[in-house]
């Protein structure tokens, strides 16, 4: 069995992984859902949610796009990150299972803070 969760504003595939409302998990078995759960999003602190996803039990993230910490946590737990997916969250999760979705390697920099005085 292979568990996917997906960041999700309600059950859409959210741009932004540590912002979203709530996660989708879906329990897969032989390239099928068969268990779909929601669970609201804990809380945005830094490392926390692949964490908390990862002792759930997941094995696969699909998001809009993540910060690069999150990635890293998730590879050191061997959770398959998934990034640049959107629309529903369920279709996301069926075009994976059937190969048509691939990772576009999508990295949201917006926690990175730049000298912007020129210097």
């Known amino acids: 069995m ?11 595939v959210t741009g932004h992984f540590g912002h979203c409302d709530n996660f989708m998990l879906y329990d897969t ?27 759930k039990g997941v094995n696969v993230i699909i998001s809009g796009s993540m910060g690069q910490g999150a990635v890293d946590i998730f590879n ?3 959770v398959e ?15 994976y ?3 048509e979705l691939k ?3 999508s990295i949201c920099h917006e926690h990175q803070h730049h000298d912007d005085c020129g210097e």
């Open 2 to 12: 292979t568990k996917i969760a997906v960041a999700s504003n309600d059950k859409n």
């Open 29 to 55: 078995e032989n390239n099928k859902i068969i268990k779909e759960e929601c669970v609201a999003n804990p809380g945005h602190k830094p490392g926390f949610l692949p964490n908390f996803l990862a002792d």
């Open 76 to 78: 050191e737990r061997n």
């Open 81 to 95: 990150v998934i990034t640049g997916a959107s629309g529903d969250a369920k279709t996301a999760v069926e075009r």
């Open 97 to 99: 299972l059937t190969g």
């Open 103 to 105: 990772s576009t390697g």
